[in-house]
Structures are given as structure tokens and as C-alpha cells.
């Protein structure tokens, strides 16, 4: 078991540049440069990282901008975007232990909350002491959240020196290693939500391109909680 301030701080940082921060380094120099493009300025962009920091209401509020949609839309469909981190909140706190009791601190804790930062320390946690895994937390989030906005800021300016379709392609790097990362995850349920998200999200765009994720989200999650359920039923029988 991991313990010691020290030593803790320091496993968060190597589990954060192992590849998560390279991951949401690139990832954002895509939003950068989509930002600039939509005529946001650096600073803008930098603090969408900072407060929305979660790519899928990043790019709504980026997309709905540029379309001249009102503010209340906006933050509306970036609200909605985000709302996933409800559950993984839930979720996480009481593997965290001991965390802060106040709630200024505990709002501050659910706001450095990615989907990164929830899937790695849930597979970390079981080899930190309990009273030093908000510490890792906080020093793994804060690690990645100053990688994205670094990003951010490199792909705004250098905007003019990436291809359209490079920029694409680096947005989906983030959402590519969350799906490895939770492959590995042991449990049916987690795995056939996966496939069953994969497997809806093309008819779900189709027919509702605004709300595709949530919907994919809704219909994936709970598609996979109920055959896991059903599957680990039949092996008790």
C-alpha cells in the first residue's frame, strides 16, 4: 500500500504523465483550434477547459457559438452534455474516504472530477492507503485539468498549422483511451454497456444528433447493467 504524502503526490504525477496527460494535451489542442475557428479568444477557450472540463460540452458550446445560438441553449446543452458526471460523482466519493467535509471543498472536488481522473483512480485507489487518496486525487486531477488547458492554449495558436482533418482526429484521441481503459475494467455489465453503446450510437446520431450521446449513454448503460445482472443470475443458477 501506497502511503506518505510524499510518496503519494508522487505516484499521482507518474500515473498522470504515463499517458493521460499526453492524451488530454493533444485531445484539447484539437478544441483549441476548433475554438479559435469559431471565433473565441484564447483566454475564452482556456477557461472552457477550466470550468466545462468535459469535451463533449466543450464542443457543444463551441458548435452551438458558432451557430448563433443564445446563451441559455448554450449552457443548456453544455449542462446536458455534462450531466454524466452526476453518477460518477456519486460514485466516487465514498471511494475516495476521507475527502474534505466542507462543502466549498467538496464542490471544488467534483469539479476537478474528468472521466480520466474517475477511471484511474478507481483503479488506483485499492493500492493507496485511504487517508492519503484524496491527496492523490486532488495531484492526479490537478495534473491532467493544467495538460488540457495547456493543450487548449497550444491549439489555439497554432490553429493555422493543423490540418481540418487532423484536428478531428485528435478530439477522439480522449474518448479512444477511456474506451481502452474501461475495457479492461472486470465485470460483464461494464463491458457489454461498451458494446451495446457502440452499437446504438450510429442510430442514435441519425436520429437524434443533438442528444446521440445521452441517449446512446441511457440505452448502453442500462442495456449492459441489466444483461450483467442477468448473466451473473444464470451462473448462480
Same mark, same amino acid.
Given at each position: ?16 504523465? *504515463?499517458?493521460?496527460?499526453? &492524451? ?8 483549441? *483550434?476548433?475554438?479559435? #475557428? ?35 441553449? &448554450? ?39 474528468? &472521466?480520466? *481522473?474517475? /477511471? ?10 485511504? /487517508? ?25 495558436? #497554432? ?24 475495457? /479492461? ?15 446504438? &450510437? *450510429? ?23 441489466? /444483461? ?5 443470475? #444464470?451462473?448462480?443458477?
Amino acid at each position: 500500500m501506497v502511503s506518505g504524502n510524499a510518496e503519494v503526490m508522487r505516484k499521482a504525477m507518474l500515473d498522470a504523465l *504515463s499517458l493521460p496527460a499526453f &492524451i488530454l494535451l493533444f485531445t484539447m489542442m484539437g478544441f483549441g *483550434s476548433l475554438a479559435r #475557428g469559431a471565433g473565441f479568444g484564447a483566454d475564452m477557450a482556456a477557461v472552457a477547459s477550466l470550468l466545462i472540463w468535459g469535451l463533449p460540452g466543450q464542443l457543444a458550446m463551441v458548435e452551438l457559438t458558432s451557430t448563433g445560438q443564445g446563451f441559455i441553449a &448554450i449552457v443548456f446543452a453544455c449542462s446536458l452534455a455534462n450531466a454524466r458526471f452526476l453518477p460518477m460523482v456519486v460514485s466516487f466519493v465514498p471511494a475516495m474516504s476521507r475527502g474534505r467535509s466542507n462543502l466549498p471543498g467538496m464542490l471544488l472536488d467534483a469539479q476537478l472530477l474528468s &472521466i480520466n *481522473s474517475w /477511471a484511474v483512480c478507481l483503479r488506483e485507489f485499492p493500492q493507496i492507503e485511504p /487517508a492519503f487518496r484524496h491527496r492523490y486525487y486532488v495531484t492526479f486531477a490537478a495534473s491532467i485539468l493544467t495538460a488540457a488547458v495547456t493543450g487548449t492554449l497550444l491549439g489555439y495558436h #497554432g490553429a493555422v498549422l493543423l490540418p481540418a482533418v487532423l484536428v478531428l482526429g485528435l478530439i477522439f484521441v480522449s474518448p479512444l483511451f477511456f474506451a481502452l481503459v474501461l475495457s /479492461a475494467v472486470p465485470g460483464r455489465a461494464e463491458r457489454f454497456s461498451m458494446i451495446l453503446g457502440c452499437a446504438t &450510437i *450510429s442510430i442514435a446520431h441519425y436520429l437524434f444528433p443533438s442528444v446521440d450521446l445521452l441517449i446512446t449513454g441511457v440505452v448502453g448503460g442500462s442495456l449492459g447493467f441489466a /444483461a450483467g445482472r442477468y448473466w451473473k443470475g #444464470g451462473d448462480a443458477n
